[in-house]
Nanobody, 131 residues
Framework: VQLAESGGGLVQPGGSLRLSCQASGSFLDLRAFGWFRQAPGKEREGVSCIMISDSSTYTADSVKGRFIISRDNAKNTVYLQMNSLKPEDTAVYYC?????????????????????????WGQGTQVTVSS
């Protein structure tokens, strides 16, 4: 499975961006998707995740109310709509996916996604929020 991200760029504070992550092959090969970000000098953060099979999602407190994760199964694509962007959202954003055989994994609102459980990763896309 290969993941291709798009949609990053430079935006002013308060602006919006929509990141896309398209998976090669079928969503049936996957169990969940996640978005992670890493800013210079900081640890990677699990921003959001979504299950393929149902509507369960997780969104980090740092972006709750501003970022929305969604998926389009017909297009094998997951989105991260980012609104009211702040300078502290500046980071490289990565899309990742959990293999369908990892039956123990479940994305829920109670715990952030852990990168170690995601088998497939995109190349990352830079998001810069600056005036």
């Amino acid at each position: 499975v290969q993941l291709a991200e798009s949609g990053g760029g430079l935006v002013q504070p308060g602006g919006s961006l929509r990141l896309s992550c398209q998976a090669s092959g079928s969503f049936l090969d996957l169990r969940a998707f996640g978005w992670f970000r890493q800013a210079p000098g900081k640890e990677r953060e699990g921003v959001s995740c979504i299950m393929i099979s149902d509507s369960s999602t997780y969104t980090a407190d740092s972006v709750k109310g501003r970022f929305i994760i969604s998926r389009d199964n017909a297009k094998n694509t997951v989105y991260l709509q980012m609104n009211s962007l702040k300078p502290e959202d500046t980071a490289v954003y990565y899309c990742a996916a959990v293999d369908r055989f990892k039956m123990s994994y479940y994305c829920s609102g109670s715990s952030p996604p852990r990168g170690s459980e995601y088998a497939y990763w995109g190349q990352g896309t830079q998001v810069t929020v600056s005036s």
